[in-house]
C-alpha cells in the first residue's frame, strides 16, 4: 500500500520561490519514477516534470517550465522534491505527485502512473 503526500504549495508573488515535497510511505520509493503533474482551471492535467529511479538518471520538464523548476529526489528519505523558480501567474495549479512502478522510464500520460497524491495548491499572484 502506498501513499503519496504533498506539501509546500502557497500563495506567492510572481518572481518567487516554492519547494514542493512529497513524501512516500509504503512501496519501493528507489525503483520508482516520479513524475510531478499539474491541473489548472480547464486545463489538462500535464506533466511539469519526471524522474527517473536511478543516480543520476533521465529527467523532464515541460517545455514552459525550463531553467525554472528543478526536480529531485532523496530515496533515503523516501521523498521527491519540485523546487519552483521565478514563478508566474500561469503556474497557478494543484500540483500532485505521482509514481509509476516502471521506473526506468518517464510517460508523460498521466494514465501510467500507478499511485498519486491528494494534491497541494500553488498560486502565484501579480
Known amino acids: 500500500q502506498v501513499q503519496l503526500v504533498e506539501s509546500g504549495g502557497g500563495l506567492v508573488q510572481a518572481g518567487g520561490s516554492l519547494r514542493l515535497s512529497c513524501a512516500a510511505s509504503?512501496?519501493?520509493?528507489?525503483?520508482?519514477?516520479m513524475g510531478w503533474f499539474r491541473q489548472a482551471p480547464g486545463k489538462q492535467r500535464e506533466l511539469v516534470a519526471g524522474s527517473t529511479s536511478t543516480s543520476g538518471g533521465r529527467t523532464y520538464y515541460t517545455d514552459s517550465v525550463k531553467g525554472r523548476f528543478t526536480i529531485s529526489r532523496d530515496n533515503a528519505k523516501n521523498t521527491v522534491y519540485l523546487q519552483m523558480n521565478s514563478l508566474k501567474p500561469e503556474d497557478t495549479a494543484v500540483y500532485y505527485c505521482a509514481a509509476d512502478r516502471t521506473g526506468w522510464m518517464i510517460s508523460i500520460s498521466s494514465a501510467v502512473y500507478d499511485y498519486w497524491g491528494q494534491g497541494t495548491q500553488v498560486t502565484v499572484s501579480s
Open positions: 509504503g512501496g519501493t520509493f528507489s525503483t520508482y519514477t
